[in-house]
């Protein structure tokens, strides 16, 4: 086992809401699955996310194995809920920050990490001190304690939180947290206190700004749940509009091979149609939310990802740097890189 991201925390694990109470320093595993051990997936920079995070040179995303939920249509489950990733020491983990740094990355995106926040703080104070400066970037489910995100102050700039539904039957049957909309609402607040936003002004490089600091809350409208998003948009106009960004994502995708989906009907795991999609440009609308991203309906699969894969993403999304299986992908650079 790998032992440098063994720390006081995992003693008995309360990195997240599930509280398991387990040593992941001796090995044990709790709900997430993963022991004291930071496992990766793939890490590479990523053209597909909002414009000013994913700016000109790609976000430098960094995909965490495990999770603290157990979403049914998780379009990552191969390194959610399967397992997929390998252990990287401290060394590895800032060898990959300051590579993407040196790839052109526009910040570093570190995906589904909430599990895993203390040993992702070490990780990150030991790249910061190395020479990473591009800001980081943590994208999650939302599904955090306040105590666990203020560790994360001074490390983290950005976040990218998802709000999934308000509804607690919604939370227990797809996501297997009926207490997720209340930790979600908590964590995202605490998350806008943390890092208010800043976007640099537009330019040709950047027509959207360049997202230095903030919140970017996303939301995925599930088919036939149209009053779970409405819910979910009037909680935002409420709180957070004008203090963050929405972003309305359509691309609810059905994913046969997750194990979850027997959770999901027929009627709802399926592609969004075009009079779900009017009602919620409607909805928009009518809460005058026009801070933010609006994704447009496209009725496309090709897009999922496959972690078996090197080239997990389209190459017309993203491009290797790193991955579970293979170690270092891309050429290293020329230059000399203080690891």
């Known amino acids: ?8 925390e995992y003693e008995c694990c309360r990195a997240c809401p599930r509280h398991c109470g387990i040593n992941r320093n001796i090995g044990e595993r709790g709900f ?21 995070v994913t700016g000109a040179g790609g976000s430098g995303t960094i995909f965490i194995t495990g999770c603290n939920l157990r979403c049914a249509f998780c379009q990552n489950f191969q390194i959610s809920q399967h397992g997929m990733g390998a252990a990287v020491t401290v060394e590895t983990f800032t060898g990959i920050c300051l590579r993407l ?59 990218l939180p998802d709000l999934k539904t308000l509804d607690s039957s919604t939370a227990l049957r797809i996501f297997a947290a009926p207490d997720y909309p209340e ?48 819910a979910v948009l009037q909680w935002f106009a409420h709180k957070l509009k004008h203090k963050a960004l929405l972003s309305l994502m359509t691309q609810y995708t059905p994913v ?26 409607t909805f928009l609308d009518d809460l005058n939310i026009d801070d933010g991203f ?12 496959d972690f078996n894969r090197v080239q997990t993403f389209s190459s017309s999304l993203s491009k290797p740097l790193w991955h579970w299986k293979e170690g270092w992908i891309s050429p290293l650079p020329s230059f000399p890189i203080s690891i």
């Open 101 to 159: 740094q040196a790839a052109g990355a526009e910040n570093i995106n570190i995906v589904t990490g909430s599990h895993a926040i203390p040993a992702l703080c070490i990780g990150l104070r030991e790249a910061k001190r190395k020479g990473l400066t591009i800001p980081v970037v943590w994208n999650s489910s939302a599904y955090e304690t306040v105590p666990e995100l203020e560790a994360l102050a001074g490390l983290v700039d950005g976040w």
């Open 183 to 230: 930790r979600a609402c908590t964590a995202i607040g605490a998350m806008s206190v943390l890092s208010p936003l800043l976007i640099t002004d537009s330019d040709e490089r950047y027509p959207f700004g360049k997202m230095l600091s903030g919140v970017i809350v996303r939301h995925l409208a599930l088919p036939g749940k149209l009053q779970d998003s409405k």
């Open 32 to 52: 997430c699955g993963e022991t004291a051990e930071l496992r990766i997936a793939w890490a590479g920079l990523h053209f597909g996310e909002e414009p000013p």
């Open 1 to 8: 086992m790998i032992q440098d991201f063994c720390c006081p």
């Open 294 to 305: 609006y994704q447009e309906l496209v009725c496309d699969q090709d897009w999922l990802p």
């Open 256 to 281: 046969a091979a997750n194990p979850q989906a027997r959770k999901i009907t027929a009627f709802e795991n399926r592609l969004l149609n075009e009079s779900e999609d009017l009602h919620l440009k």
